[in-house]
């Protein structure tokens, strides 16, 4: 008997916490970044490495991972996910990858840099 494959490409909505490395591209003075990601994977867990394997090759470094689960599971929750991110998100299916759709430098309140 044979089993039925149930281990299904989903995309996942990803928010990636960066601090600074050099050569990282963030504006000057930025202390860090949050990325929101969508990243396809069979599980939340496969997403995760494979995002931050490809921000680490990017020169970026990864912090922190929030995972806010698959758009299935954002609308049982309420969420709002206009057209354009539906977008993003199938595209990171189709093409079995990773969407930075949205990149957030940090500053200190004081002005001051930690580079």
Do not use: W
């Not at 490495?49 to 995972?67: N, Y």
């Not at 996910?81 to 595209?91: K, T, V, Y």
């Amino acid at each position: 008997m044979t089993e039925t494959k149930k281990n299904k490409q989903q995309v996942y909505t990803l928010l990636i916490e960066v601090g600074r490395k050099q050569g990282d591209g963030l504006p000057d003075g930025a202390t860090g970044a949050a990325l929101m990601c969508y990243a396809s994977g069979v599980d939340e867990a496969e997403a995760v490495r494979e995002t931050v394997a490809i921000l680490k090759q990017a020169d970026l470094a990864p912090l922190d991972v929030s995972g806010y689960g698959t758009l299935e599971e954002r609308l049982a929750e309420g969420h709002d996910i206009n057209e354009e991110e539906q977008a993003l998100m199938q595209r990171a299916l189709d093409e079995n990858s990773v969407i930075v759709a949205q990149m957030t430098p940090f500053f200190d309140a004081d002005g001051g840099t930690s580079q």
